[in-house]
């Protein structure tokens, strides 16, 4: 199954129909709890980069704005194996 959700594949995973390549911070509190586990440990490389799209436009809302910037701004807990990864 393929989803472009998120959301939709992290509830899919948790109710045992497959798994998703999702960024830790989205998973982490499901992990601590027990409702998610990591597999292939290692198989995936993460480098710590985190992209934003918006539709072009040749006014940008504000509520788009103050997000960009937020998440430029923010300092986003990567795990230990992304902080460094492995050649």
Not at 29 to 40: K, N, P, R, S, T
Not at 54 to 74: E, T, V
Request: proline share 8%; with cysteine; aromatic share 8%.
């Amino acid at each position: 199954m393929t989803v472009n959700n998120i959301e939709a594949a992290i509830r899919l995973s948790a109710a045992g129909m497959g798994i998703a390549y999702v960024p830790d911070f989205v998973v982490r509190e499901a992990m601590d709890e027990g409702q998610l586990q990591e597999v292939l440990p290692g198989c995936c490389v993460k480098d710590g980069h985190f992209s934003v799209l918006w539709p072009a436009s040749r006014y940008l809302s504000p509520r788009i704005r103050c997000f960009i910037d937020f998440i430029a701004a923010a300092e986003i807990p990567l795990s230990p194996a992304s902080a460094s990864p492995t050649t």
